[in-house]
């Protein structure tokens, strides 16, 4: 079992950054980054895959606006989220998965997740 623990979501003006941070409590294959809201599907945001050749996933909706970074050696995923619009509140869940290749569309792990509201 992996535990995940996101922190610093928040309140921010549109046009203005947060910082998301998550700490996983073991080696994990893969992380990202999903959003959820009542209205919408749940939508993967960023993915860093560290096996099967490793690759690195934006949605078009945060891409040139959110980066995402790893420290492997900490097991830790941060997302960087610059130009924050409205329609990018939601709660924000850490995911993660284990096994050679995976690459978190389906994971095997999720955070309690951390809100994110922006407002205009």
């Known amino acids: 079992q992996v535990q995940l623990v996101e922190s610093g979501g928040g309140s921010v003006q549109a046009g203005g950054s947060l910082r998301l941070s998550c700490v996983a409590s073991a080696y994990t294959s893969c992380m990202g980054w999903f959003r959820q809201t009542p209205e919408k599907e749940r939508e993967a945001l960023a993915i860093i895959a560290k096996t099967g050749g490793g690759s690195t996933f934006y949605a078009d909706s945060v891409k040139g606006r959110f980066t995402v970074s790893l420290n492997d050696a900490k097991n830790t995923l941060d997302l960087q989220m610059n130009d924050l619009k409205p329609e990018d509140t939601a709660m924000y869940y850490c995911?993660?998965?284990?096994?050679?290749?995976?690459?978190?569309?389906?994971?095997?792990?999720r955070g309690q997740g951390t809100q994110v509201t922006v407002s205009s």
């Open positions: 995911v993660a998965s284990r096994g050679w290749g995976s690459r978190c569309v389906n994971y095997m792990y």
